[in-house]
Antibody
Framework: QITLKESGPPLVKPRQTLTLTCTFS??????????VGWIRQPPGQALEWLALIYWDDEKRYRPSLKSNLTISKDTSTNQVVLRMTNMDPVHTATYYC????????????WGPGTMVTVSS | QSVLTQPPSMSGAPGQRITISCTGSSSNIGAGYDVHWYQQLPGTAPKLLIY???NRPSGVPDRFSGSRSGTSASLAITGLQAEDEADYYC????????????FGGGTKLTVL
């Protein structure tokens, strides 16, 4: 059974760096075709894809945020970390990590999400 | 504005059939990229409902079906039930500079 869970600070100040961790089980990020992505959802708004990392360490970023995002993986601890610099109040959102596999670019299993508020 | 366009809201009575549209462009759906659909119940994470245009993951009732044609896709729900009241999002891949994995703006479905 695949599970993912996000963790991170519930509150960050503007201009600070946000570090989120996705801890997963039930799959390995060493397996060909496996990926983990990050998606966020501001309150009452739509989903927005941020970044994705594959088993072979290929990394993909939302073009408009590429300079602010860093995604990395630690296969020994089954974790994926997303760092987002220069946080702004408009980045207040629920942040989800999700599993993707194979030729489909869908996200088949999602974590419960973690709410992050950006405020001074 | 979302790259994929969905109606913001729809409603239907129990037992009815509704269809939610998702309109894209030549750089995403029209380019042949697959469309996926997610159901998000209030206060919960999205759940994959349809993948690769028309496939249902294990456990998803066959009341839910999807299709893709040209630059659009649609999600059909037959035999509407109260438990179907949720937000629905379409998702695809975009080859332009706008983004890679793209979502629709979401459709809030109300069961009357």
């Amino acid at each position: 059974q695949i599970t993912l869970k996000e963790s991170g600070p519930p509150l960050v100040k503007p201009r600070q760096t946000l570090t989120l961790t996705c801890t997963f089980s039930g799959f390995s990020l060493n397996t060909r075709g496996v990926g983990v992505g990050w998606i966020r959802q501001p309150p009452g708004q739509a989903l927005e894809w941020l970044a994705l990392i594959y088993w072979d360490d290929e990394k993909r970023y939302r073009p408009s945020l590429k300079s602010n995002l860093t995604i990395s993986k630690d296969t020994s601890t089954n974790q994926v970390v997303l760092r987002m610099t220069n946080m702004d109040p408009v980045h207040t959102a629920t942040y989800y990590c999700a599993h993707t596999f194979g030729a489909s670019d869908s996200f088949d299993i999602w974590g419960p999400g973690t709410m992050v508020t950006v405020s001074s | 504005q979302s790259v994929l366009t969905q109606p913001p809201s729809m409603s239907g009575a129990p037992g009815q059939r509704i269809t939610i549209s998702c309109t894209g462009s030549s750089s995403n759906i029209g380019a042949g990229y697959d469309v996926h659909w997610y159901q998000q119940l209030p206060g919960t994470a999205p759940k994959l409902l349809i993948y690769d245009n028309s496939n249902r993951p294990s456990g998803v009732p066959d009341r839910f079906s999807g299709s893709r044609s040209g630059t659009s896709a649609s999600l059909a729900i037959t035999g509407l039930q109260a438990e179907d009241e949720a937000d629905y999002y379409c998702q695809s891949y975009d080859s332009s500079l706008i983004g890679s994995w793209v979502f629709g703006g979401g459709t809030k479905l109300t069961v009357l």
